[in-house]
């Protein structure tokens, strides 16, 4: 049984937007239902001006894909729905055809854990044009948050370089299942650990906790709740010690981790969540290292982004380890990813496939048309250049690729000189699952990595270089000349 049945043990139907339903509607009045179609989903911007983005929610989308379907519960709820004249918004026949259908698209995605880009379709949907339809508010749902979260997880963990990070952002999460969600992805980012003991059980992720400053209060005073405390967990004590005063809570913590070591136990770390976090965990070091405790850790709280945990590492801070709570669980700064999910190709009664644009004063929301693939450059384990291409045409192997905001900026690609893949994998054929997720350690794994393989001035935070990514020469061409033949249909 996956997360969402766990969760909900229901099929999510109704987790859509009205107008999806109403257009579904349309389609089956006019007789479209069945018309082919493609959609593909992307976003416009890498968040947090960063450069570059981390894929993340596709296993959630395989099992709400995998169980889609409307109930009798459903229908009678929809039945309930009036227009502005008090009739009946959808007709019995409709409610009946919803019941009756059975899902049988195709969907090709890119896998969790791929560092993705502006323009390039993460996920792609081809069948009948009701069905792809009515998906499309549910994958924007679940691929734009995690995608966020995993995005930051992975900024956060380039700066805590090989430290441990630890996810503690359960209490300040968007809801139940922002929290659920964010741990998963905040996990394929590169956090080692949550707090999230949920998050635990349904992901099979490791866990990790302290305790807060009302268990020091709830005692006599600091010491008393230092002992206790190690009485209670001597083979996992972290002790916070900044509730009255952090050099006499570290003293006292201290005298704590001598009891522990005269029973064979050990102080397995500290916790700061407040004051100079570099000057205090400076302090901090010297006294444990004074008192024998050299193994003792140092772990940092309060309010951290991969910002301030790089000013910290500058003033050279003695901080072993990383709590990170709001501004990763939330995306603090930059709370939506974006991510759109646009028509693209319609197959005609011969069975030709017609490209699909949408136009708009905006340069940047006009779509780009067909059944896209993304093919990835890479040497040396170093990831060069992406090439969007309509998969209906082989794509040349000597040819410039084109970004498609910016026609001037154009690169000479020679397949030759490169080892490729496309990205774009088959997940589920005419609706059954035909992509089995890894194993949530493996797509982390595979996340870090793939970072990684990105040029170190791509991966910084501040003015990022902007990866090479454009459209096959004949898809930007196929795309130039339908705006044009559009604009002057439209004059």
Known sequence: MGTLSKIYKTPMSLLTDLYQLTMAYGYWKTGKSDTTAVFNLFFRHNPYKGGFTLACGLEYILEFLSNFRFTSDDATYLSTLKDTKGQPLFEDAFLDYLLSMEFNCDVDAIPEGTVVFPHEPLIRVSGPVIQAQLIETPLLNMVNFQTLIATKAARIRQACGNAPVMEFGLRRAQGIDGALAASRAAYIGGCDTTSNVEAGKLFGIPLSGTHAHSWVMTFEDEQKAFDAYADAMPGNCVLLVDTFNVEKGIERAIATGKRLQAVGQKLLAIRIDSGDLAYLSRKARQMLDDAGLTDTKIVASNDLDEYIVKSLQEQESSIDMWGIGTKLITAYDQPALGGVYKLAALKDASGTWRPKIKLSEQSLKINIPGRLQ????????????????????????????????????????????????????????????????????????????????????????????QYVVGLEYDLYRTRENLILKLREESQ
């Open 374 to 465: 993304v093919r990835r450059f890479f040497q040396s384990d170093e990831l060069r250049a992406d090439m969007i291409f309509d998969e209906s045409k082989s794509p040349c192997s000597e040819c410039y690729i084109i970004d498609p905001m910016d026609p001037t900026r154009r690169k000479k690609i020679f397949a030759k000189d490169y080892e490729t893949t496309d990205l774009l994998i088959p997940v589920i054929k005419k609706g059954r699952q035909v992509y089995t997720s890894p194993d949530l350690t493996e797509i982390r794994k595979a996340a870090m990595q793939n970072v990684h393989q990105l040029h170190k001035s791509i991966r910084r935070f501040i003015n990022p270089h």
